[in-house]
Antibody, heavy 120, light 110 residues
Framework: EVQLVESGGGLVQPGRSLRLSCTAS????????MSWVRQAPGKGLEWVGF??????????EYAASVKGRVTISRDDSKSIAYLQMNSLKTEDTAVYYC???????????WGQGTLVTVSS | QSALTQPASVSGSPGQSITISCTGT?????????VSWYQQHPGKAPKLMIY???NRPSGVSNRFSGSKSGNTASLTISGLQAEDEADYYC??????????FGGGTKLTVL
């Protein structure tokens, strides 16, 4: 059974950094691109970025709204994807979902999400 | 890039069919057959319902179908059931190698 479990969320002050982790199980992690999607309270889904599998260079793409402030990385030996967020803003407050990228533009498995609250 | 455009809400009675539209541009929906649809119940993670415009993942009811014409994709739910009441989001791959979501549509089953 495919499982994605996010961790690392919590309350953080504006301007600080936070790293989220996504621990995967039930599939060959290294074969898949992984992505992060967020959802602000009461709002819609927003794609944050993804990291390709090593077979496709392990390269990353990011949404314009977070580019330069976030970094997605992966450790295939541990089946973990990371989302490093720097210079956090109040508008980064959201539930952050880890997702497995099935094809070019879709996500077939989602974690339960972890809440990040940016507030002083 | 702006979010894809979806109606804020749609409604229908049990047994009826409804269609949710998702309008983008020639840089996303219009240029790629990589449109997906997700269902999200309150407090839950989204669930993939349709991928690559019209394909259903294993386990998704055949009451859900997808299509596309030009820059607009559509999700149709036939034989509406109470459990279909949820938020629905479309998404599309873009020419910038990014992903865009729609603003979401709240489906109410009357």
């Amino acid at each position: 059974e495919v499982q994605l479990v996010e961790s690392g969320g919590g309350l953080v002050q504006p301007g600080r950094s936070l790293r989220l982790s996504c621990t995967a199980s039930g599939f060959t992690f290294g074969d898949y691109a992984m992505s992060w999607v967020r959802q602000a309270p009461g709002k819609g889904l927003e794609w944050v970025g993804f990291i390709r599998s090593k077979a496709y260079g392990g390269t990353t793409e990011y949404a314009a709204s977070v580019k330069g402030r976030v970094t997605i990385s992966r450790d295939d030996s541990k089946s973990i994807a990371y989302l490093q967020m720097n210079s956090l803003k109040t508008e980064d407050t959201a539930v952050y979902y880890c997702t497995r990228r099935r094809g070019w533009g879709d996500f077939d498995y989602w974690g339960q999400g972890t809440l990040v609250t940016v507030s002083s | 890039q702006s979010a894809l455009t979806q109606p804020a809400s749609v409604s229908g009675s049990p047994g009826q069919s409804i269609t949710i539209s998702c309008t983008g541009t020639s840089n996303d929906v219009g240029d790629y057959n990589y449109v997906s649809w997700y269902q999200q119940h309150p407090g839950k993670a989204p669930k993939l319902m349709i991928y690559e415009v019209s394909n259903r993942p294993s386990g998704v009811s055949n009451r859900f179908s997808g299509s596309k014409s030009g820059n607009t994709a559509s999700l149709t739910i036939s034989g509406l059931q109470a459990e279909d009441e949820a938020d629905y989001y479309c998404s599309s791959y873009t020419s910038s190698n990014t992903l865009l979501f729609g603003g979401g549509t709240k489906l109410t089953v009357l």
